[in-house]
């Protein structure tokens, strides 16, 4: 493969224009947007809107003349397309650690003869935090956490376990999980499914509501481009709106907010779990950033996402220079998400390297070079020129530079 070949790739994808929707730095190649997405030009805009109309002329009737309140399920519906859910089951708000809280308890509480969640030893810390937190807080006879490998998963789904927490795409090694077989297999004994869609909102075709999953919480800030820390999204399935509960039960999810009444009392849908007033300039950011997928196909995002990654892998694979670089993520297309993860001794400095380079990629502890490949901004040619510099780094031994080693606060 080379230079001019690539060239042609970019000429004829069909994804080619949406570059133009994103701000995106001189002589830098993005690698990182499955941690923080780039800013669509749209959320500029939308974010002056919102200050100097809105908020600064509207005032506090902008809750009604602009919708405000209305927001956590506007988004919820935008985001609802690209996952697969028919409307009214999905929400925006809050952090994906919170909702994930939000997502437990309620599982939990529909389990009342069941009392272990089981999830993975790689999953991403804050869900295994937030099972530990709820632990604590009802007891181990009414949440506690097993963890197992990959390999022992399916046989630890058995009668005993309550809930069954899962990352769709994991976050260092970017393994996919078969979403349909999972939801199954744990549903034939009666386990509630809950799936982390962190690194697969956005990213590739989701369908919770075909997988009959049960519930889902995910990230607006990674493949969503709404931002950083902007507000994260919960699924909950239809079916079970009507008997399920949560504890954060705040006045933004009661039935009648402005009634001020003193006892709590629950709405019939997915109002529910809302807990406080929406961040209306963060969600109102994320709004306009989901418009650029309006007319996109996810299945044109999943091939090009893949075929982003071969190209990257293969190039990678002809340098010999490169040979200490060991892929960690299965080539298997159907098990990998939207990244490439490869194990260097090195992985740090090799990182901050290319950073000074132009080449963003991110470092996961303890040896993870983690590349992600986001098809509404990434281009063919991106890849050429990410593997040039990357073993012009390696070559030249650039990256042992001793300000390479000093480590960062975030990574
Ligand atoms: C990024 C990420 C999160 C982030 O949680 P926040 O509460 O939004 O900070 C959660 N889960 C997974 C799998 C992630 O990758």
Redesign the pocket.
């Known amino acids: 493969m080379n230079y001019q070949e690539l060239l042609q790739l970019d000429q004829q994808d069909p994804l080619h224009k949406l570059r133009e929707a994103f701000v995106l730095p001189d002589d830098t190649i993005y690698l990182d947007g499955n941690s923080l997405g780039p800013m669509p030009k749209v959320c500029a805009e939308r974010a002056q809107e919102v200050l100097h109309q809105q908020w600064s002329q509207d005032l506090i009737k902008s809750w009604n003349t602009h919708q405000w309140i209305e927001l956590p399920s506007k988004v919820g519906s935008k985001i609802a397309a690209l996952i697969g859910a028919a409307p009214e089951q999905v929400m925006c708000c809050d ?4 909702n994930l809280f939000k997502v437990l308890s309620s599982a939990l509480l529909l389990q009342p003869k069941r009392r272990i969640v089981l999830s993975l030893n790689g999953n ?1 810390p ?2 295994l935090y937030m099972v530990q937190g709820l632990s604590s807080l009802i007891g181990e006879d009414r949440c506690e956490m097993q963890l197992v490998e990959e390999a022992e998963l399916e046989q630890a789904l058995t009668d005993q376990i309550a809930v069954l927490l899962l ?1 769709h795409v994991d ?1 260092r090694s970017g393994k996919l999980l078969d979403m349909a077989r999972m939801t199954k297999l744990a549903q034939q004994q009666g386990i509630l499914v809950i799936w ?1 869609l ?2 697969s909102a956005g990213a590739l075709p989701v369908a919770l509501d075909d997988c009959q999953v049960d519930f889902a919480v995910g ?1 607006g800030y ?1 493949y969503l481009n709404g931002g950083p820390g902007a507000p ?1 999204f919960l699924y909950v399935a239809k079916r079970h709106l009507s008997k399920v509960s949560q504890p954060l039960s705040g006045w933004m999810g009661h039935k009648a907010p402005f009634a001020f009444t003193i006892q709590y009392e629950k709405p019939a849908g997915i109002e529910h779990f809302l807990t406080g007033t929406p961040p209306v300039i963060s969600m109102s950011v994320l709004d306009a950033a989901l418009d650029v997928f309006a007319n996109v196909n996810m299945q044109t995002v999943r091939a090009k996402s893949l075929a982003l990654a071969n190209t990257f892998h293969q190039l990678l694979t002809s340098h010999a220079e490169l040979h200490e670089l060991t892929l960690l993520t299965p080539l298997t297309e159907a098990e990998r998400g939207s990244q490439l993860a490869y194990r260097h001794p090195q992985a740090y400095a090799l990182c901050q390297a290319l950073i000074k380079r132009g080449v963003i990629a991110d470092f996961r502890a303890p040896d993870i070079l983690r590349l992600g490949f986001t098809p509404l901004y990434l281009r063919y040619i991106d890849m050429w020129i990410a593997v040039e510099i990357l073993s012009d780094v390696v070559k030249t031994a650039e990256y042992l530079k001793a300000e390479y080693a000093v480590k960062q606060k975030v990574t």
Request: charged residues 20%; proline residues 0%.
């Open positions: 952090s994906t650690s919170i991403f804050t869900d990352s976050f982390d962190a690194h990230c990674k994260a």
